[in-house]
């Protein structure tokens, strides 16, 4: 499969900006790299009642969310593939799965919402493995829904495949057995990290929770996930590195300035994603960001980004 190039490396995360034809138009019209759609359903979706969604911690802590998937179905965005790529860049379709009215098992769901994307266009697929506001586990932190879900499109892949993933910070052994099978299966990129899963915050006025669905608990996104971010890029980096294997990791999580995004690319990423910074300065962040990349690598005697992606010093 022929190596994704995104110019400049930076695109948006699938999030709560990338869910309506505006909002993707907007992505198209800016400096990011790609057009990343709102993680895709087989049925559309409201999503979970408000206030879902907090961008602006106290403090500049980051952002909270527990969107619930909105998004218009899968149908949806397949109308919209033809003027998306007509941006000229790669539109790349988030796909995830969530229990509907038709109870199409995991898979099915995850193999026509596919299908339907690469028939419209779609140059490559987020599979989303990984929401944090679904009830149960992710799928990535089940080795064996994996395996059901990404088995039969790594099979027949007809486009490049990427997964969205949670954290494994704190399951070691689970990271290891989760780099195998995606190794084993050959998706092309592997996308870390989705929002830290299960987080809460307290408005100190009201003594309420920030966000009502799920009794308060969402998805933390900013600042203070970059280091934990970087640590999953990184362990993935050097694992695939250790395998020879060409799986490119893109690095989501904490970047708000250019030495965020560098420090991802030290780390590994090979390009970068940006969510709460989109939420709190617009789609010119991309603009923004890239500048502010070619100014670092200028400045420090680098004429290309792959010189330095996975280079962090060892102390
Ligand atoms: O829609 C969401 O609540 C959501 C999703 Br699908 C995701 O992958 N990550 C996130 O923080 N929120």
Same mark, same amino acid.
């Given at each position: 499969?022929?190596?994704?190039?995104?110019?400049?490396? /930076?695109?948006?995360?699938?999030? #709560?900006l $990338?869910?309506?034809?505006?909002?993707?138009?907007?992505?198209?019209? $800016?400096?990011?790299?790609? &057009?990343?759609?709102?993680?895709?359903?087989?049925?559309?979706r409201v999503g979970? #009642?408000?206030?879902?969604?907090? #961008?602006?911690?106290?403090? *500049?802590?980051?952002? /909270?969310?527990?969107?619930?998937l909105?998004?218009?179905?899968?149908?949806?965005?397949?109308?919209?593939?033809?003027?998306?790529?007509?941006?000229?860049?790669?539109?790349?379709?988030?796909? $995830?799965?969530? +229990?509907?009215?038709h109870?199409l +098992?995991?898979?099915? *769901?995850?193999?026509? /919402?596919?299908?339907?994307?690469?028939?419209?266009?779609?140059?490559?697929?987020?599979?989303?493995?990984?929401?944090?506001?679904?009830?149960?586990?992710?799928?990535?932190n089940?080795?064996?829904?994996?395996?059901?879900?990404?088995?039969?499109?790594?099979?027949?892949?007809?486009?490049p495949?990427?997964?969205?993933? $949670?954290?494994?910070? =704190?399951?070691?052994?689970?990271?290891?057995?989760?780099? *195998?099978?995606?190794?084993?299966?050959?998706?092309?990129?592997?996308?870390?990290?989705?929002?830290?899963? =299960?987080?809460?915050?307290?408005?100190?006025?009201?003594?309420?929770?920030?966000?009502?669905?799920?009794?308060?608990?969402?998805?933390?996104?900013? +600042?203070?996930?970059l280091? &934990?971010?970087?640590?999953?890029?990184?362990?993935?980096?050097?694992?695939?590195?250790?395998? =020879?294997? +060409?799986?490119? /990791?893109?690095?989501?999580?904490?970047?708000?300035?250019?030495?965020?995004?560098?420090?991802?690319?030290?780390?590994?990423?090979?390009?970068?994603?940006?969510?709460?910074?989109?939420?709190?300065?617009?789609?010119?962040?991309?603009?923004?960001?890239?500048?502010? &990349?070619? *100014?670092?690598?200028?400045?420090?005697?680098?004429?290309?980004? %792959?010189?330095?992606?996975?280079?962090?010093? %060892?102390?």
């Open positions: 499969m022929k190596k994704l190039a995104i110019h400049p490396p /930076i695109t948006n995360a699938s999030g #709560p $990338s869910v309506t034809r505006e909002e993707l138009e907007a992505l198209g019209r $800016s400096a990011s790299g790609a &057009i990343v759609t709102k993680s895709m359903t087989h049925c559309p979970n #009642p408000e206030p879902r969604l907090v #961008p602006h911690l106290e403090g *500049q802590r980051g952002s /909270i969310n527990s969107m619930g909105n998004n218009l179905g899968y149908r949806g965005y397949a109308e919209l593939m033809s003027t998306l790529k007509s941006f000229g860049k790669l539109v790349i379709a988030s796909i $995830s799965y969530a +229990p509907c009215e109870k +098992p995991l898979e099915e *769901q995850y193999e026509e /919402i596919a299908q339907t994307m690469i028939q419209s266009g779609a140059d490559m697929l987020e599979i989303n493995l990984s929401t944090p506001n679904l009830t149960g586990i992710p799928i990535s089940d080795p064996e829904s994996i395996r059901r879900v990404l088995g039969p499109l790594c099979k027949k892949k007809k486009i495949i990427g997964v969205k993933i $949670s954290p494994y910070n =704190n399951t070691l052994l689970l990271f290891e057995e989760v780099a *195998q099978l995606l190794m084993e299966l050959k998706v092309d990129v592997v996308t870390t990290m989705n929002s830290e899963p =299960n987080v809460m915050d307290i408005d100190l006025k009201t003594r309420t929770k920030v966000i009502k669905p799920r009794e308060g608990y969402g998805g933390y996104g900013g +600042p203070a996930i280091p &934990i971010a970087l640590a999953e890029v990184h362990r993935f980096y050097k694992f695939f590195k250790k395998y =020879n294997s +060409p799986i490119q /990791i893109w690095g989501c999580g904490g970047i708000i300035q250019a030495e965020d995004a560098i420090k991802h690319f030290l780390a590994g990423a090979s390009v970068v994603q940006v969510g709460t910074a989109l939420l709190w300065k617009g789609t010119a962040v991309f603009a923004e960001l890239s500048r502010g &990349i070619e *100014q670092w690598l200028k400045k420090n005697g680098h004429s290309h980004l %792959e010189e330095i992606v996975g280079t962090v010093r %060892e102390l």
